[in-house]
């Protein structure tokens, strides 16, 4: 067997590794029984008719809403952000940096218990749910957007500006005519990861949740102390394919491209 | 992960920016988010961390009877040496499963190789919840696996593979080898096809090209996949808490316990700060191994 | 005998074709050149012999062996690449050492021969380096000496001059030339540049979208070129239809006359006097259609003939070349 080919079998046995235990779950949710078998035997779509009921369906909304408040939110402080690191030497600025990438770099639970400790001993209580799980959220998810703006940023050609000043344009119309069309890839796929990033979030929602307010991935993660349910396949399976579909939206319309290697996170 | 310092951290010099005036209007906003969000948190759960708690309160007691009640119960050191050695397993693990992927992905030639990519990624989009809800599927009594063994008639009785610290590593090295390829392809990318054909040509066979030029090239990749692996895998919560058990105790189920359960929170604060700790000092191990990134 | 011979050569992609009915004997000793313009297949066909990838169909014979199933690792070549692909983590000694480390000689005797090798292509001294911190110059001469060192049956060389600059690449062309007259390598270079294959080769191979078109020495490939391609390819031609035959005329061979000479003759006028220092050029549009061209050595007197001027372009009769019919 030549080398190339054994390369291709060891890369097929780790997709199967990798892609497996996703595809069991999915072919699991459409099990008959309410048992885990695999190959499932029977077909039926009764869980899937149960994670549509509104106990899945509130959390899972719950959790589009927080996501796409969250992208909004750390995109928009993002920008400024990026541009002024990318663009001025400060005093401080080492620190800035540090503080931005900061999140990345600390486990998200910490963040996400430091969190709770304020607000507990602040008497603020009354904001967890929403408001301290965006909070949470966008400290995660602010790291993501400013590099992904960074690196647009850093990689337009440094000419097209001193072209444009040239042409007459001033600062202001330079940034808004020039920069930001640029850099509109790189906005976007900032927001994407943030809202991904969020969506998925686990470890820092566990201690900002709430009953009633709960991101999807908390419901989840409860309902697993009460064992294997197949309806919780089918939810699973659901927060699967919406940050797909909305990557592969994103892909189509505004290309991801190089981005993918500025979004290394967390688990 | 702290390597990409390396975009933001250097600032284009742009001939008509380079003031050294503080962008106020630019950082401001930002900038108070973090500090009031973030940096205060923290220095508020490392205060605590030195702070005795009685009756669920926090007193103003300095103290280190937190740490040194950690560094003593041998529950909780054993939770230590548990979660080291779970990420050094995932590490490892993703190290050797994911190079191969990474190599393949760089250098294969299909026209199929974006969807391949993204195939590799794609998990990344599933929540950590759900990636680990498959393994439960998988492990649990009634499970896949002990199916599959029932029906080959290669057991007589169900495994209880779950919960186990066995378990957890399967879960953990499953949900995070993305990370590693991504970093280890990243490494690869930049090295000239060229050298191989050139070993080769030498004499080397392909062990030997591997061992005397791929290894060395990539090493900073590796290295880098292995501590990002490992440092996620020490502040892992969810795979732990499914497929794990009490008496699997990691730090981060820990934490979850005496914060939430137990509510003290002086012993849960000192535990957090344990846990930033190595992450620091991992993340720090990273970046020096980033500044050498540049020797090709 | 014949070092390397390759028969019937063919290597498709899909259904692109890179390399077809490739035959070539190259002599013990001899310094072969693949020359031709980019997608020829020259560079793919250095590859086929080298085993970088394995050919549809033919044969490689190394020293009578059949090696077209072989990796490049068990067929005893050098190769020296465009880009030099020295390793990046090793010195410049550790780079040439690296091929006498796999075939595990002793290491007193592999720090000999490198301290030869590295004297051999005038690097002594530099062992020490690191690739980064070489100039364009010296990180190819570390890639031949690493080449060379291990003695192989054939040395493959792929364009390694069109990386430098003009006046590095003349030198090194001798250079590179000489050294491999004194070691007698069998060798196989691959270049788009005619001057580098006329000056260095005993033979040239002229490949064209995939095929060889002629094998010679420069001087018959110059003189005598068997199709109108390797004519224009090599030093620039004037041509001409003459019932039905394809008449090839050197610019250097043909004059300006004020009346017709014995031989090939047209009227014509000067559009265009070029002067290149050592030689002028003469562009002219023929009677009837059709263009010439006419270089005279620069001889120190005023050029002849102006922009405008009506002469006759001649060339004798010996200096009219009839290329062939397929």
């Not at chain 1, 369906?57 to 996501?67: Q, R, Y």
């Not at chain 3, 430098?164 to 250079?175: G, I, S, T």
């Not at chain 3, 059709?290 to 200096?319: C, K, L, T």
Request: aromatic letters at 10%.
């Amino acid at each position: 067997m030549s080398p190339w080919s054994a390369l291709r079998t060891v890369v097929i046995f780790v997709y199967v590794f990798m892609l497996g235990p996703i595809l069991i779950t999915a072919a699991v949710s459409f099990n008959a029984s309410n048992r885990s078998q695999f190959p499932p035997r029977g077909f039926s779509l009764q869980w899937w008719q149960r994670a549509f009921s509104a106990e899945w369906l509130d959390p899972l909304v719950f959790s589009f809403k927080l996501g796409v408040s969250t992208a909004l939110i750390s995109t928009a402080l993002a920008l400024p952000l990026a541009f002024a690191l990318t663009r001025y030497r400060f005093p401080g600025r080492a620190a800035l940096v540090a503080l931005t990438l900061g999140p990345l770099m600390l486990p998200a639970l910490v963040t996400g218990v430091g969190l709770l400790q304020v607000l507990q001993y602040a008497g603020l209580r009354e904001y967890l749910g929403f408001s301290a799980l965006l909070i949470g959220h966008v400290i995660i998810c602010l790291p993501f957007a400013v590099r992904t703006i960074a690196i647009s940023l850093q990689t337009l050609p440094p000419n097209l500006e001193l072209a444009a000043a040239s042409l007459g344009a001033s600062r202001g119309r330079t940034l808004w005519h020039v920069v930001l069309p640029l850099i509109k890839t790189g906005i976007v796929a900032g927001a994407l990861f943030a809202f991904v990033h969020s969506f998925t979030d686990v470890n820092l929602s566990l201690f900002l949740v709430r009953p009633g307010e709960q991101p999807i991935t908390v419901k989840i993660l409860g309902f697993l102390e009460y064992g294997f349910a197949p309806t919780l396949a089918a939810v699973s399976v659901i927060t699967l394919l919406l940050p797909l579909g909305l990557v592969a939206i994103v892909e189509r319309v505004s290309g991801l491209g190089d981005f993918i290697y500025g979004a290394r996170g967390r688990g | 992960m702290a390597r990409d310092h390396g975009v933001i951290g250097s600032a284009a010099p742009e001939a008509a920016r380079q003031s050294a005036r503080v962008p106020w209007l630019l950082i401001a906003a930002p900038t108070v988010v973090l500090l009031l969000f973030f940096a205060l948190p923290n220095a508020l759960l490392l205060s605590a961390s030195f702070v005795k708690s009685e009756a669920q309160q926090l007193t103003n007691e300095v103290t280190l009877d937190n740490y040194a009640f950690l560094f003593s119960w041998s529950l909780y050191i054993r939770a230590f040496i548990r979660t080291f050695i779970v990420g050094l397993s995932v590490g490892l693990l993703d190290v050797v499963l994911g190079y191969p992927l990474a190599y393949f992905l760089v250098r294969t030639r299909s026209r199929w190789k974006g969807l391949l990519i993204a195939l590799a990624l794609a998990p990344l989009l599933a929540s950590v919840v759900v990636r680990t809800y498959g393994w439960y599927i998988i492990l649990n009594r009634f499970g896949v696996a002990n199916d599959l063994l029932l029906g080959l008639g290669l057991i007589e009785e169900r495994i209880p593979f779950m919960p186990s610290t066995g378990a957890i590593i399967i879960g953990l090295a499953h949900a995070l080898l993305p990370y590693s390829v991504l970093t280890i392809m990243g490494s690869l990318q930049g090295l000239n096809t060229n050298l191989e054909l050139a070993a080769m040509s030498l004499g080397a066979s392909r062990t030997r090209t591997f061992l005397n030029v791929l290894l060395p090239l990539s090493f900073p990749g590796i290295a880098g996949g292995f501590i990002l692996a490992f440092s996620i895998a020490i502040s892992a919560y969810a795979t732990p808490a499914i497929l794990g058990g009490p008496a699997t105790q990691m730090m981060a189920t820990a934490i979850y316990g005496f914060m939430t359960q137990l509510l003290d929170w002086s012993i849960g604060a000192a535990l957090a700060v344990i846990l930033v700790v190595c992450a620091m000092t991992l993340a720090y191990a990273a970046a020096r191994l980033g500044a050498r990134e540049g020797a090709l | 005998m014949a070092e390397l011979r390759l028969a019937g050569l063919e290597k498709r992609y899909g259904s692109t074709v890179a390399v077809v009915g490739v035959d070539l004997e190259v002599r013990e000793g001899e310094f072969m050149t693949l020359l031709g313009p980019s997608g020829c297949g020259k560079t793919t066909t250095l590859g086929l012999i080298a085993g970088f990838f394995a050919p549809t169909h033919g044969e490689i014979y190394v020293d009578g062996r059949a090696v077209a199933g072989l990796p490049p690792f068990r067929r005893d070549i050098g190769v020296v690449f465009q880009d030099y692909a020295l390793f990046p983590h090793l010195t410049a000694a550790q780079n040439v050492a690296f091929g006498l480390r796999m075939r595990n000689l002793p290491a007193p005797d592999i720090a000999a021969r490198v301290r030869e090798a590295l004297e051999l292509v005038q690097l002594s001294g530099l062992g020490e380096r690191r690739p980064l911190e070489l100039s364009g110059g010296q990180r190819q001469r570390v890639a031949l000496a690493r080449a060379l060192v291990i003695r192989p049956t054939v040395l493959l060389l792929d364009e390694p001059l069109s990386n430098l600059d003009l006046k590095l690449r003349e030198e090194m062309r001798v250079e590179i030339a000489a050294l491999q007259r004194r070691l007698r390598i069998t060798t196989v270079f691959v270049t788009h540049d005619q001057g580098e294959a006329l000056v260095m080769s005993d033979r040239i191979a002229v490949m064209n979208a995939g095929r060889i078109e002629q094998v010679g020495a420069p001087a018959q490939i110059y003189e005598r070129p068997a199709t109108r391609f390797v004519a224009e390819f090599i030093g620039r031609m004037n041509f001409y239809s003459h019932g039905g035959r394809l008449i090839a005329i050197r610019p250097e061979r043909a004059k300006l006359t004020e009346a017709p000479a014995d031989g090939f003759a047209r009227r014509g006028t000067v559009k265009q006097v070029l002067y290149l220092g050592a030689t002028l050029e003469y562009h002219l549009e023929l009677e009837g259609g059709g263009r010439a061209i006419v270089e005279a050595p620069n001889d120190g007197a005023a050029p002849r003939y102006g922009a405008g001027a009506a002469v006759w372009f001649s060339a004798a009769r010996e200096n009219c070349y009839e290329i062939p019919a397929r």
